[in-house]
């Protein structure tokens, strides 16, 4: 079993920058596959990135690529989402999940087993 906890959002202005974290805490998280997911107000949640722990791999949504970077540093159990030249539709609601031994390339949320809170960003001027 994997508890993740986000922080890190906020209210930005376009073209600004966040970095988000999720932190993880529980047995064997090198076994996941973490994912970003994000849902904006009146919108189905859609997935933003994952990466393998393993490997480090990661995959993006093609609408962010080049603007948003997923890294990891396993000495805090901390997955993190670079967040470049955010724009107005980037704005929702950022959740961590956890994919017990899948990979980077998962971008269905019913294959995710445990999810954060969840962080607002707001990208607005």
């Known amino acids: 079993q994997v508890q993740l906890v986000e922080s890190g959002g906020g209210l930005v202005q376009p073209g600004g920058s966040l970095r988000l974290s999720c932190a993880a805490s529980?047995?064997?998280?090198?076994?996941?596959?973490l994912g970003w997911f994000r849902q904006a107000p009146g919108k189905e949640r859609e997935f933003v990135g994952a990466?393998?722990?393993?490997?480090?791999?990661?995959y993006y949504r093609d609408s962010v690529k080049g603007r948003f970077t997923i890294s990891r540093d396993s000495t805090k159990n901390t997955v993190y989402l670079q967040m470049n030249s955010l724009k107005s539709e980037d704005t929702g609601v950022y959740s961590c999940?956890?994919?017990?031994?899948?990979?980077?390339?998962?971008?269905?949320?019913?294959?995710?087993?445990?999810w954060g809170q969840g962080t607002q960003v707001t990208v607005s001027s």
């Open positions: 990466i393998t722990w393993a490997n480090d791999s990661t």
């Open positions: 999940a956890a994919n017990k031994w899948g990979t980077e390339h998962e971008d269905d949320d019913r294959e995710y087993t445990y």
């Open positions: 529980g047995s064997s998280v090198w076994t996941y596959a």
